[in-house]
């Protein structure tokens, strides 16, 4: 009988969960998270708006709630918790799925101005996420600089212009609902340092700006047209080919005179965020033009933004996890067919999937191949990794480590202490937002 345990919860974590008790009869996953609650990016990374994406929940669930799988959140795996060696001796094999936890540097002067966040922990915020400590994010900004042209900056810039009444109907915690609801943000620009035929967001992203009540997007045609594909789209491919015909709608369309504004802005580079009474300011940006080879160069003219509020949406990172191997290029673990690798040599019953596999790349549905392709490699293994002893149950050795797991009893006890604050809201399910009240609502399930 194969013990496993899955690092991380997210869509990755419970594939590979999904993907082991679908292909071996008796095997046993126990799925471990750092968070009381399950379902990771899913929880904590889709728009609160975005709920269909979120019912992607539902399928999780099923199968955290299989007879052979069990989770087990709130346990800290590394520095501050149970030792990645340790947990390699509870199991016959562990499977990370730790994802990328933070996010990709500028590099420019100014970045680390108040005022000027990751749009990785503004998305935090509005998801109620409980390691957040910031809560200033739109406090006294009329207009905000997002920089960056893929689906999360299209997420962040939707949030900052959608009205109150579309966000309370969500799970949105209640204190980013009240500070967005009292925001004067009336213009977000939305810059993206090359052309629109290499923007990073889908069709379906992009159309959902154009379709908020109250809020109009604006485009410069003669922006657009630096880009040689943005001229003659005929050559690219789908999703690039349809992103650009709605620019070019929007391009030649008046302006309505509507109270909020999206800009959408292209081949401009930040070099520097520009400080004011000692927050961001403005962002000053470089003109870009292509370079012929699918970069861009720049012109030596300069345009500064007003901003109050600066978000930076230019990709994840993973980080490391003490005691894994850890490859500071790529953000990755060292890997074979998702078998860890450690000093050139495969490391027996240690694996990963997911983004700290392959990099922060893919769609959700990704995951699954991924996934699936490490659980066949831990398959191969399997003959030889369960000759190894293991405790009958690691549960009680986690707990003599120290962890206090939140089991799946817990985590109904915060779904329902959720729904419960929400209806005193008079709303639906509301997030909890900070540690103490997810731990004190996990704790009700024994009580």
């Not at 005022?115 to 200033?136: C, I, L, M, N, R």
């Not at 490859?327 to 060292?334: C, N």
């Not at 490391?347 to 995951?367: D, F, L, M, Q, S």
């Amino acid at each position: 009988m194969l013990r496993v345990a899955v690092v991380g919860s997210g869509p990755s974590g419970v594939y590979s969960a999904q993907t082991l008790v679908q292909q071996d009869p008796t095997a046993l996953v126990d799925v471990l998270d750092r968070l009381p609650c399950p379902y990771g990016l899913v929880r904590y990374g889709v728009a609160p708006d975005h709920e269909k994406i979120k019912s992607l929940q539902d399928t999780l669930r099923t199968v955290l709630e299989h007879e052979r799988v069990r989770f087990l959140g709130g346990v800290q795996v590394g520095a501050g918790g149970v030792p990645a060696a340790r947990l390699r001796e509870l199991y016959h094999a562990v499977v990370y799925c730790v994802g990328a936890a933070t996010d990709r540097h500028l590099g420019i002067p100014g970045e680390d101005l108040p005022g000027s966040f990751s749009a990785t922990e503004f998305v935090s915020w509005y998801s109620a996420h409980p390691d957040v400590t910031a809560d200033d994010f739109v406090l006294g900004a009329r207009s905000a600089v997002v920089i960056g042209v893929g689906n999360v900056a299209v997420d962040v810039t939707r949030i900052l212009v959608r009205g109150a009444a579309e966000l309370s109907s969500t799970d949105m915690p209640q204190a980013a609902l009240t500070a967005l609801t009292a925001s004067r943000v009336s213009t977000v620009h939305m810059v993206g340092r090359r052309g629109p035929s290499q923007a990073r967001f889908t069709t379906k992203e992009l159309r959902e700006l154009g379709a908020l009540p109250g809020a109009e997007v604006r485009v410069d045609a003669a922006e657009l047209a630096l880009d040689p594909a943005y001229v003659d789209p005929s050559a690219l491919p789908a999703v690039p080919r349809r992103n650009v015909e709605v620019l070019r709608g929007w391009a030649a369309g008046p302006p309505q005179g509507l109270p909020r504004a999206i800009r959408l802005r292209f081949f401009l580079r930040p070099v520097e965020v520009l400080a004011d009474g000692g927050r961001v300011g403005a962002v000053r940006f470089e003109r870009t033009v292509p370079d012929g080879r699918g970069g861009v160069t720049g012109t030596g003219r300069y345009e500064d933004v007003e901003a109050r509020l600066v978000l930076r949406s230019v990709g994840y990172r993973g980080v490391p996890l003490e005691g894994l191997p850890f490859d500071p290029a790529t953000g990755t673990v060292p890997h074979l067919a998702g078998r860890v690798v450690r000093g050139g040599v495969v490391a027996p019953g240690e694996y990963v999937a997911g983004w700290i596999k392959r990099g922060p790349t893919g769609v959700i549905g990704t995951n699954r191949p991924c996934a699936k392709e490490t659980v066949l490699s831990l398959l191969e293994d399997a003959a030889v990794l369960v000759r190894k002893d293991v405790p009958a149950d690691p549960l009680t050795a986690l707990r003599a480590e120290g962890a206090e797991p939140v089991e799946w009893s817990g985590w109904r006890a915060i779904e329902r202490a959720e729904a419960a604050l929400g209806a005193s809201l008079g709303r639906g399910v509301v997030k909890l937002p900070d540690w103490d009240s997810l731990r004190a609502a996990a704790r009700g399930a024994a009580s």
